[in-house]
Every structure is written in structure tokens, then in C-alpha cells.
């Protein structure tokens, strides 16, 4: 069974960009959330998206955003890129049972650079 | 203050050794308390789950949870040098996806 794909893995934009990551969730997985890893804040919630909507979202500023496409599939995009938006960005994705524990798996990220 | 509290470290032990990491934190609503290891560029793996207070065992890893007092802990007996990456905690509400990390610490078992 493949895991969850991150494109692209490394990144490098300069400030005022924008940017758009991609996430492939395990086959049969309907949840995917987003997370930032930063050296200074560690792992953070972005958001979730369960059969296309987001369904949570945690305390980032809008230029954060996201979506999910009829396969399960996930994008996250930033705008106006600042420079300590800096980080690893990771993407885990599960069955999004609410009633249920369901394991989060993770992919291995994507690495953006802001300069 | 952060809701989930963990030492950083960097810990650093000798093979063999039994390894003690542990987290604290506020929201006393959480149910289901998580280990993950994430070794240099990978993403997090998960460890064990525990749902509630108890202990759970898995070979040489064995997770326990304090709701009472707020606390986890895992350890790591006969710790090897493949045991060698950052441990975070990590935390969820009943029925919620999110989860919520600790700052995670970073683990080097000598040989």
C-alpha cells in the first residue's frame, strides 16, 4: 500500500510569492490535514479537509488556505509569502472516522525556503 | 503558555540504557495521547497510541498516561542506536483529527 506523497519535496520562493503544495492521501483515505514544523513553534495545525470540506482549522492567517478534490487529493497554497513562512510542511491523511481513533499518517514534507 | 508541554532536550544516552520522555499539558478534554518518532527529513511515524489514563506495551516501548496529574510518558527499554531521532507527543480531542504536538525531543542513543 503507497503512503502519503508530498509534492514537490523541496522549495524555494522568495518573499511576496505564492505557493502551492500538493498532498496524495493513502488510498481509501478520505481525511487530510496539514501541519507546519517550524524549529521555533515545532508542529503546528493548519488545517483539515474530510470529502472535500474543511472540517477544522487552526489559528493561521488566511493567507493560508487549502483544498481537497474528489480523490482525497490536497492542496495548500500560501500567498503573499513571508519569511517566516519558512518551515516543513506536512500532510497526514486518515479515515477521518469521528467516532473511532483512526492513525494519522504522515508524509515526508515539503521543505519550503523563503528568501 | 503552550497546551502541551515537552523538553526539547537534546538527550543524549548510551546503548542499552532505559530512556524516559514525558509531556505535560492543560486541556484536560484530551482522550487520545500519541508517541511519534520522526527521523531526519521523514515525516512523523506514530509510535503507540493510548486512549485515556493506563499504560500500553509494545516490546521495548512502553507508554503511560496520568489524566490526574496531566502527564505521559514513554519509555524505551534497551535503548539502540537505530532508536536515535525526535520523539513528540501528541494529543486529541474525542472524535477530532487535529492533533496537537509537543516541541518534541531529540534523542541520540551512543553505541
Known amino acids: 500500500k503507497a503512503g502519503v506523497t508530498q509534492t514537490p519535496r523541496y522549495l524555494i520562493k522568495t518573499r511576496g510569492q505564492q505557493v502551492t503544495l500538493s498532498c496524495s492521501p493513502i488510498?481509501?483515505?478520505?481525511?487530510v490535514s496539514w501541519y507546519q514544523q517550524t524549529p521555533g513553534q515545532g508542529l503546528q495545525f493548519l488545517f483539515e479537509?474530510?470529502?472535500?470540506?474543511?472540517?477544522n482549522k487552526g489559528n493561521f492567517p488566511g493567507r493560508f488556505s487549502g483544498r481537497q478534490f474528489s480523490n482525497s487529493r490536497s492542496e495548500m497554497n500560501v500567498s503573499t509569502l513571508e519569511l517566516g513562512d519558512s518551515a516543513l510542511y506536512l500532510c497526514?491523511?486518515?479515515?477521518?472516522?469521528?467516532?473511532?481513533?483512526?492513525?494519522?499518517?504522515f508524509g515526508p514534507g515539503t521543505r519550503l525556503t523563503v528568501l | 503558555q503552550k497546551e502541551v508541554e515537552q523538553d526539547p532536550g537534546p538527550l543524549s544516552v548510551p546503548e542499552g540504557a532505559i530512556v524516559s520522555l514525558n509531556c505535560t499539558y492543560s486541556n484536560s478534554a484530551f482522550q487520545y495521547f500519541m508517541w511519534y518518532r520522526q527521523y531526519s527529513r521523514k515525516g512523523p511515524e506514530l509510535l503507540m497510541y493510548?486512549?485515556?489514563?493506563g499504560n500500553k506495551e509494545d516490546g521495548r516501548f512502553t507508554a503511560q498516561v496520568d489524566k490526574s496529574s496531566k502527564y505521559i510518558s514513554l519509555f524505551i527499554r534497551d535503548s539502540q542506536p537505530s532508536d536515535s531521532a525526535t520523539y513528540l507527543c501528541?494529543?486529541?480531542?474525542?472524535?477530532?483529527?487535529?492533533?496537537?504536538f509537543g516541541q518534541g525531543t531529540r534523542l541520540t542513543i551512543n553505541p
Open positions: 479537509y474530510f470529502s472535500e470540506t474543511q472540517r
Open positions: 497526514a491523511s486518515s479515515l477521518g472516522d469521528r467516532v473511532h481513533h483512526n492513525e494519522q499518517f
Open positions: 501528541a494529543m486529541s480531542l474525542q472524535g477530532a483529527q487535529k492533533l496537537v
Open positions: 488510498s481509501g483515505h478520505r481525511s
Open positions: 493510548t486512549y485515556s489514563s
